[in-house]
């Protein structure tokens, strides 16, 4: 099978990802953490690659990474060449180490890179190795928040940031994870989660939200009738399903007359944007809907032909997106 070519640019930054082969260790102690890390300053010192946080776990690290030449590829098979003949020798084993190609999703905008940040530094006290980020010694939260990081760890975004946080310029031990970072929205935050799950690499997370971006991005995708695995989701599952629901509330008569028959349109909304926001597979929306595949598809259908032919539901459909993509990403 033919991989997906990866976009990136020069300057471009990315969420970097992979785990082992059937979700077994690839860091066996200290010492593979400390010699991946080498790897890591080594394509640094290369100029191909800076690094702006990290976080490595016992099955799957996280990076976040600028591509300054646009050479991501490159450093990533360099380093995790090195590593797999280095480990399989140390470990005396043979084979594969990782679960895949190195995965990465491309982080277009401010609100997304923070949110990643966010992500990355809480990867450890999610798989329950620390009760803090700044507790656990393999990831670039405990750098930042003790003011002493190595030379190969780039700064500078993390300080900007960190500033818009707290209004303190440099990172002062302590500082870092103090303020802020709750204020980050959870509904961005499982956006994050779900689309390190997606294969696809095309969709841009939107600069500016406005109503008239959403008219345009429902019609483009019921027009181009593409599948989920085409499209990037802009916003989670759990957020399109709340939104939903609390517009249904709010006028739950909603009907109209489609294909000679009377219809609720909210059933055909909520299923047309977990397909075409959320980009859910149609088992995993009719699972969450309690309803069969086929119903899924031919609802989903339903919900391209009127966003493209009935102006009253294209404009009920695109504020919800919208009220969607603000809860996401509003600022």
């Known amino acids: 099978m033919t991989r997906t070519p990866r976009l990136c640019s020069a300057g471009s930054c990315h969420h970097v990802f992979n785990r082992g082969i059937a979700r077994r260790a690839i860091f066996d102690g200290d010492a593979d953490r400390r010699f991946f890390l080498s790897l890591l300053a080594k394509e640094v010192a290369a100029g191909r690659i800076l690094v702006h946080a990290y976080s490595l776990l016992d099955n799957h690290f996280h990076l976040l990474i600028e591509a300054p030449t646009g050479e991501l590829d490159i450093a990533m098979r360099e380093i995790c060449r090195a590593y ?196 859910c597979k149609a088992i995993e929306i009719s699972q969450r809907l309690g309803v069969t595949v086929s119903t899924v598809a031919n609802r989903s259908r339903t919900h391209d032909r009127l966003v493209l032919t009935d102006p009253s539901y294209e404009r009920r459909a695109a504020d919800v997106t919208y009220r969607i993509l603000e809860a996401t990403h509003g600022s």
């Open 84 to 279: 797999v003949r280095t480990f399989n020798r140390a470990h005396d084993r043979d084979g594969p180490l990782f679960q895949s190609p190195y995965k990465s999703k491309l982080l277009d905008n401010e609100r997304y890179l923070r949110a990643t940040l966010s992500y990355i530094d809480d990867n450890p006290v999610d798989a329950g190795l620390s009760l803090t980020p700044h507790e656990y010694p393999f990831g670039s939260a405990y750098h930042f928040y003790h003011g002493d990081w190595p030379g190969w760890l780039t700064s500078e975004w993390v300080q900007s940031v960190v500033k818009d946080w707290t209004g303190i310029d440099g990172l002062p031990p302590g500082l870092y994870g103090s303020s802020g970072r709750d204020g980050l929205r959870p509904d961005l935050r499982d956006l994050v989660a779900v689309r390190m799950q997606s294969r696809s690499t095309r969709d841009g997370l939107p600069q500016i939200i406005t109503p008239s971006f959403a008219v345009g991005w429902l019609r483009e995708r019921a027009e181009a009738a593409d599948g989920v695995g085409v499209w990037l989701p802009l916003a989670a599952a759990t957020c399109v399903r709340r939104v939903c629901a609390e517009e249904r509330a709010l006028d739950p008569d909603w009907t109209r007359l489609v294909s000679q028959r009377r219809r609720p349109l909210w059933a055909i909304l909520e299923t047309g944007l977990l397909f075409r926001v959320a980009c």
